[in-house]
């Protein structure tokens, strides 16, 4: 019998439930009530902070679903008129307010009497972000995010022409798998220099956010904008020589599978040099693999795989169908990417991908759908605060339900391709930790200098393609390679944001090995960490999920050499 999901209900209970949040003068009087609130005992400071949580999370979706309606549509001039209002009229006026509140809560003469195990965390956070705070990087700030919107804009836009359509880069993908040679060089060629044409404004628009990052930096009291990074990202349980020991390792012992790999498939292919249009095809030359060619297909068959991994986790599923949750499939003026959402005083998650037909679109899904589980699991928690993790757990939470799903794909295909995808899946996992330990790299190299400058960028980024890069042939191309970073929406929009999915698969790896020996205690250890939300420090949150906090050789390595037995299992 196929469970229902019936989520609960969260009314509003300070604010009128007609209260509009839509401007700043509908929003500031609440604040200012927040901050005129008396507070005389420790339940005054309980009922003020929920009743801070109910505002902050109003405004919040208020927020989400104006970026949400952007991404959707990027060239409706009124959605990005509105997501820019409330980056420039509503979210200035929320920092220093927010400041203020959080002074309140920091120094009430109660906060000592709340339970300490309850809060040390939340209390640890929001110290940080007060140590943080300067009213004076309030403007640059705004005009950061009128940057990285400005480099979706320019993403979004990107079209070319193909057979007598227009088409979106990500359209273009699916022919990268064609087994025809020349077409996919010609495809290849086609979207990279449509992206190359653009590199002076991406070069202009990130010498702007460099520039703009350091003086933020240097406002808060930071020698660098990598060290205020690290503590603007809360990394309270590592710092910058974990990352490094990443990076080595993953030199170390990640590197030469991947080059293993595409040896492999160059033999495969029977070709003299591997060039970059020879990645995404089939090595044995099968036409790509093809899941679906509709939406709504997709959609079915990833509840099909739910179902078989967790029926709770596919009702939950179908409760976001219902409701309009989803946004799928790709097409022109959508925001490149993937990401999940919450809309906070709902508690609901929201799913946006762009999908083209394509197998990774079934991983990228799965892949959100963690995301959201997430979300779902940790409703409840609280203070609001909890309800959300550190990213380097919502990614364990996102990548697991990648593996998690790996093989039940009788929705999509039958067992050939089944095994096909799965080995696509594992090999990706071995390709992409490379990608991450240089884009970590990259972006530590780029910070240690207070000017940008793009011809170091280039040759750093040429040196680290050389250290981690797979065994490709760029000649004639090198143009395309020492600007390939430009594609790294990361980079743009989340500075150091990208290491935290390397820490991430190394910890999904960690739960696919359980479920491998024992699925269904592996799936229960997995809901149970997300329904921890952030109440936990990273080390417990990776314990609940049954794996361990560590991202050095001594983990990388056994998941490498499990991996290879893996692959080694599967049919050709």
């Known amino acids: 019998?196929?469970?229902?999901?019936?989520?609960?209900?969260?009314?509003?209970?300070?604010?009128?439930a007609d209260a509009s949040l839509e401007t700043w003068p509908e929003i500031g009087p609440w604040y200012q009530k927040l901050e005129d609130w008396p507070i005389q005992s420790v339940n005054d400071l309980i009922a003020w902070m929920k009743a801070k949580d109910e505002l902050d999370a109003a405004v919040s979706q208020v927020s989400n679903k104006r970026y949400v309606a952007m991404t959707l549509k990027t060239d409706d001039p009124a959605r990005e008129q509105a997501h820019l209002a409330f980056v420039r009229d509503i979210e200035p006026n929320l920092k220093p307010i927010g400041q203020t509140l959080r002074n309140k809560y920091l120094d009430s003469p109660f906060r000592p009497e709340l339970p300490k195990e309850t809060y040390i965390l939340m209390d640890r956070a929001l110290e940080n972000r007060k140590s943080l705070y300067r009213e004076a990087n309030i403007p640059k700030e705004t005009r950061v995010s009128e940057l990285t919107q400005q480099y979706q804009k320019i993403v979004g836009a990107m079209t070319v022409p193909w057979k007598g359509q227009e088409r979106t880069p990500a359209q273009m993908a699916p022919v990268l798998e064609d087994t025809d040679r020349a077409t996919r060089v010609e495809a290849w060629l086609i979207v990279a220099m449509r992206r190359l044409k653009e590199r002076q404004k991406f070069d202009d628009l990130f010498d702007d956010l460099h520039r703009l990052r350091v003086e933020?930096?240097?406002?808060?009291?930071?020698?660098?904008?990598?060290?205020?990074?690290?503590?603007?990202?809360?990394?309270?349980?590592?710092?910058?020589?974990?990352?490094?020991?990443?990076?080595?390792?993953?030199?170390?012992?990640?590197?030469?599978?991947?080059?293993?790999?595409?040896?492999?498939?160059?033999?495969?292919?029977?070709?003299?040099?591997?060039?970059?249009?020879?990645?995404?095809?089939?090595?044995?030359?099968?036409?790509?693999?093809?899941?679906?060619?509709?939406?709504?297909?997709?959609?079915?068959?990833?509840?099909?795989?739910?179902?078989?991994?967790?029926?709770?986790?596919?009702?939950?599923?179908?409760?976001?169908?219902?409701?309009?949750?989803?946004?799928?499939?790709?097409?022109?003026?959508?925001?490149?990417?993937?990401?999940?959402?919450?809309?906070?005083?709902?508690?609901?998650?929201?799913?946006?991908?762009?999908?083209?037909?394509?197998?990774?679109?079934?991983?990228?899904?799965?892949?959100?759908?963690?995301?959201?589980?997430?979300?779902l699991a940790c409703r409840s928690v609280e203070p609001a605060a909890y309800r959300e993790s550190?990213?380097?757990?919502?990614?364990?939470?996102?990548?697991?339900?990648?593996?998690?799903?790996?093989?039940?794909?009788?929705?999509?295909?039958?067992?050939?391709?089944?095994?096909?995808?799965?080995?696509?899946?594992?090999?990706?996992?071995?390709?992409?930790?490379?990608?991450?330990?240089?884009?970590?790299?990259?972006?530590?190299?780029?910070?240690?200098?207070?000017?940008?400058?793009?011809?170091?960028?280039?040759?750093?980024?040429?040196?680290?393609?050389?250290?981690?890069?797979?065994?490709?042939d760029w000649s004639g191309i090198e143009d395309v390679r020492d600007h390939s970073w430009h594609r790294q929406l990361h980079?743009?929009?989340?500075?150091?944001?990208?290491?935290?999915?390397?820490?991430?698969?190394?910890?999904?790896?960690?739960?696919?090995?359980?479920f491998q020996d024992a699925p269904q205690k592996a799936v229960d250890a997995y809901k149970h960490a997300l329904s921890l939300g952030g109440s936990r420090t990273l080390p417990d949150l990776f314990a609940a999920a049954g794996a361990k906090f560590d991202?050095?050789?001594?983990?990388?390595?056994?998941?490498?050499?499990?991996?290879?037995?893996?692959?080694?299992?599967?049919?050709e």
Not at 2 to 16: A, G, H, I, N, V
Not at 278 to 288: E, F, H, I, Y
Not at 403 to 418: E, I
Request: glycine share 6%; proline share 6%.
């Open 1 to 16: 019998m196929t469970m229902t999901y019936e989520p609960l209900k969260f009314p509003r209970q300070w604010l009128p």
């Open 390 to 472: 550190p990213m380097e757990f919502c990614e364990v939470a996102s990548m697991s339900m990648e593996l998690l799903g790996a093989k039940q794909l009788d929705a999509f295909y039958n067992q050939a391709d089944a095994d096909r995808s799965y080995r696509q899946l594992l090999e990706g996992i071995v390709l992409i930790l490379p990608w991450i330990a240089q884009v970590d790299a990259f972006q530590h190299s780029i910070y240690a200098h207070d000017e940008p400058c793009r011809d170091r960028r280039r040759e750093d980024w040429k040196a680290l393609t050389e250290r981690f890069g797979g065994d490709v």
């Open 216 to 375: 933020i930096s240097r406002e808060a009291g930071f020698k660098s904008f990598t060290d205020y990074s690290y503590k603007n990202r809360e990394r309270f349980d590592y710092g910058i020589p974990q990352a490094q020991a990443f990076q080595n390792a993953v030199a170390e012992f990640v590197v030469p599978l991947a080059r293993e790999i595409q040896k492999k498939r160059r033999l495969q292919l029977g070709i003299e040099q591997l060039r970059p249009w020879d990645l995404s095809v089939d090595p044995q030359n099968r036409p790509g693999l093809r899941p679906f060619t509709e939406e709504s297909k997709l959609a079915s068959g990833v509840g099909e795989i739910l179902e078989q991994v967790d029926p709770e986790l596919n009702s939950q599923f179908q409760f976001m169908r219902k409701n309009d949750l989803l946004d799928l499939a790709n097409r022109k003026g959508k925001a490149p990417g993937g990401y999940q959402t919450t809309f906070e005083e709902d508690r609901v998650p929201f799913i946006f991908m762009n999908a083209v037909g394509m197998d990774g679109d079934l991983r990228t899904l799965l892949h959100e759908c963690g995301h959201a589980f997430h979300a």
């Open 551 to 571: 991202f050095s050789a001594d983990t990388i390595r056994p998941l490498m050499e499990l991996i290879g037995l893996e692959l080694a299992k599967i049919p």
């Open 491 to 514: 980079i743009f929009l989340y500075p150091f944001y990208y290491i935290e999915y390397g820490i991430a698969q190394l910890g999904a790896l960690q739960v696919w090995k359980q």
